[in-house]
């Protein structure tokens, strides 16, 4: 059985893929000069070539920072493809971001935008197969029952059967389980795994070899063997994790806190407590709700004139919503139902609701009704991707009835988000609502809101069924 990879397999990995990224960016600025002047034709202009291969002395470094802070030189850990590109597509906008910015410092008005979008559409494109590729070489070896990290499980608690099915359900995440150690034979369920003795064997079986983790899994009753557990694959250098008892307690992404040398695990803490990513999804807030605004005016231009001449009552709708920190603000959208009708703050909107006029059910079938909560976004009361904000009446309900409902005003309300573009949206379960609202929270990147505003953009903007329209809620 092959072992899985050493670490200083896993840095010289990394340091290849990183001088791959290199050339392969080399090799882009060409590709991109080639498409924009010679198969597309452009003009020139003063600046040659030369200029653009100047500015991989920006785009090289910002590409490798924004790689490594992504996690994308970390080869060996499963994850999705469509998360891998996901990330790469993000370094990629924000990389051509930061030539713009250049260009536009430096005072370069001859720079071809074209060239640089080629640039970075052309890099995203080669970087991200290469990792592709890499993935499904790993994942088919791994099928096949090479590079498996075999693991010693030490205990048993509530959360061990769920790890067992998590991992022997995919065979591409590349887990082998020997067995487990308890002092009595734990009711598995069916589950196929040995039982290996007392807990006092661990360090008899890390000796003999064979063992790459030991998943210590403990009950609270016998939390008191932690450290002899630990002490003992320290002695023999393996690799331990703790899978806890409490995990369903614990977000997905968990955050230690060093409070002067003493370890705090901060069960709520979530990306965006982190000032710079607070900043970065700000920024892409900002340039995202003004950029929408201006290319959407005359789409919203006809709504207003379609709404003033189809049914009498103002354009724009004003409805009380809870936003972050429980704070409450007003959200705008365009009318969509008689004005008695808009009055009921109390009352969950359906696809059949009677109080939509024939233009305002247009507006929603087409996500138009939602346009005018751009402003609320350059106003700092709504993000372009988040949690949908709900009336104060329904706050107060889910609060009781909804368990961690209350989590998702840590962070601003959104015009879209993981629930609306997975389905759940409008008079759908709430339950499910808040589950997605939670992962987005805990999970939250720039990468994962493009995602978003992708798959909205694909699935929400023209729905015969409004099942498919963001926001309806």
Not at 30 to 43: D, E, I, P
Not at 307 to 319: A, F, T
Not at 327 to 336: A, C, G, I
Not at 428 to 436: A, P, Q
């Amino acid at each position: 059985m092959v072992g899985p990879m050493s670490k200083e397999t896993e840095r010289l990995a990394a340091l290849l893929l990183k001088c791959a990224d290199g050339a392969a960016a080399v090799f882009c600025i060409f590709a991109a000069y080639w498409l924009r002047f010679s198969v597309l034709q452009g003009q020139a202009g003063a600046l040659g070539l030369g200029h653009y291969l100047r500015l991989l002395a920006v785009a090289i470094p910002v590409e490798l920072v924004l790689y490594h802070w992504l996690d994308l030189y970390d080869l060996f850990r499963y994850r999705p493809l469509a998360a891998v590109w996901g990330k790469v597509a993000a370094a990629g906008l924000c990389n051509v971001g930061v030539l713009f910015l250049v260009s536009f410092l430096t005072h370069q008005d001859d720079i071809s935008r074209l060239t640089l979008g080629l640039f970075g559409l052309c890099t995203a494109l080669a970087t991200g197969g290469v990792r592709t590729g890499i993935q499904l070489a790993l994942r088919r070896r791994r099928r096949r029952g090479a590079l498996r990290t075999r693991v010693l499980i030490a205990g048993w608690n509530g959360m061990t059967a769920a790890y067992l099915d998590k991992i022997t359900e995919e065979a591409a995440l590349g887990y082998q389980v020997l067995g487990y150690l308890r002092d009595t034979p734990a009711d598995t369920q069916g589950r196929q795994v040995p039982w290996l003795g007392k807990l006092e064997r661990v360090a008899e079986l890390l000796r003999q070899g064979g063992v790459d983790e030991v998943v210590i899994a403990l009950d609270g009753d016998e939390f008191r063997r932690l450290g002899g557990l630990a002490e003992a694959c320290a002695w023999e250098g393996v690799r331990a994790s703790l899978l806890p008892f409490y995990a369903q307690y614990l977000p997905t992404n968990l955050y230690v806190e060093d409070l002067d040398g003493l370890p705090l695990l901060n069960l709520h803490r979530i990306p965006l407590d982190n000032p710079l990513n607070a900043l970065v999804k700000r920024a892409f807030d900002l340039a995202g709700a003004a950029a929408l605004l201006v290319l959407c005016s005359p789409v919203m231009a006809a709504a207003a004139l379609g709404i003033r001449l189809s049914s009498p009552g103002p354009v724009i709708y004003r409805q009380q919503r809870v936003g972050r920190n429980r704070k409450l603000f007003t959200m705008y959208k365009f009318r969509s139902m008689r004005v008695e009708g808009n009055a009921d703050a109390t009352t969950w909107g359906t696809r059949q609701d009677s109080r939509r006029t024939r233009f305002g059910a247009l507006l929603r079938k087409l996500s138009i009704d939602e346009l005018p909560q751009l402003v609320n976004v350059l106003k700092g009361e709504m993000s372009l991707v988040g949690p949908r904000p709900e009336r104060p009446y329904f706050v107060e309900k889910f609060r009781d009835e909804v368990p961690l409902y209350m989590r998702k005003h840590r962070v601003r309300p959104g015009i879209t988000g993981w629930a609306q573009v997975n389905g759940w949206r409008g008079d759908t379960s709430i339950l499910e609502r808040i589950k997605c609202d939670l992962y987005y929270i805990e999970n939250w990147s720039l990468a994962l809101d493009i995602k978003i505003l992708f798959l909205t953009l694909v699935r929400g903007v023209v729905n015969p069924s409004e099942q498919l329209t963001p926001g309806k809620d």
